[in-house]
């Protein structure tokens, strides 16, 4: 089975000031990595994934995440943030082959941006 | 074209009742998932519907809990006789094929 670790429940971080959202994963095969972006009263929305090629990807709204398969980890970071990402983050695996009935989240990690 | 839809909003239930949560799955899409977040915890998957057929419910509690896709209309997750511990956000998902699942904004249920 896989599992997700997110160490950080809670990062509060000024307006303009980068961010690193830290998501660890355990598995014994290959994943797909995501992370999902929960803004207030909204729905869970896919803000990046990884699923092969490239280790860095990136989102649309400046956010990255780099998949370390040697670390097992796929932190998130954005060079500076905007009063606008304040929300709730999770991250998620699913093992290669697998559908979406096989999405493992972390415990979230609630990103506060301080004007 | 519509998000996944999920009704209520937030549901209130005594120890006892029935709580049933609805959720409208994205146009074209027949494949229906719903997860379950307690608090302090992460999303976790319940059970897997395509229309009518239960896919895999590998993840719903063995009693008390049942899940329906019907031909027409929305799915449903219900939960008879519900108790404390019940309380929780309820998500559902739906896709397209197998691959990536758009998720709704969730169903908040409190049982008092």
């Known amino acids: 089975a896989q599992s997700v670790t997110q160490l950080d429940s809670q990062v509060p971080v000024f307006e303009e000031a980068p961010v690193e959202l830290r998501c660890n994963y355990s598995?014994?095969?290959?994943?797909?990595l995501f992370w999902y972006v929960q803004y207030p009263n909204q729905g869970l929305q896919l803000l990046l994934k990884?699923?092969?090629?490239?280790?860095l990807v990136e989102s649309i709204n400046g956010f990255e995440a780099e998949f370390n398969k040697s670390q097992t980890s796929f932190h998130l970071r954005k060079p500076s943030v905007h009063i606008s990402d304040t929300a709730e983050y999770f991250c998620?695996?699913?093992?290669?082959?697998?559908?979406?009935?096989?999405?493992?989240f972390g415990t979230g990690t609630r990103l506060t941006v301080i004007p | 074209n519509a998000g996944v839809m999920q009704n209520p909003r937030h549901l209130v239930r005594r120890r006892g009742q029935e709580a049933r949560l609805r959720c409208s799955p994205m146009?074209?899409?027949?494949?229906v998932y719903w997860y379950r977040q307690l608090p302090e915890e992460g999303l976790k998957f319940m059970v897997y519907?395509?229309?009518?057929?239960?896919?895999?419910e590998s993840g719903m509690p063995k009693e008390r809990f049942s899940a329906e896709f019907p031909k027409e209309g929305p799915s449903i997750l219900r939960i008879q006789q519900v108790v404390r511990g019940d309380s929780a956000a309820y998500f559902c998902?739906?896709?397209?094929?197998?691959?990536?699942?758009?998720f709704g904004q969730g169903t908040r249920l409190t049982v008092v």
């Open positions: 998620a695996v699913r093992m290669v082959g697998t559908g979406a009935n096989n999405l493992f």
């Open positions: 998902a739906s896709s397209l094929s197998t691959d990536e699942a758009f």
């Open positions: 146009k074209g899409h027949s494949h």
């Open positions: 598995s014994s095969v290959s994943v797909y």
């Open positions: 519907l395509q229309k009518e057929n239960i896919i895999d």
């Open positions: 990884y699923l092969s090629g490239s280790t």
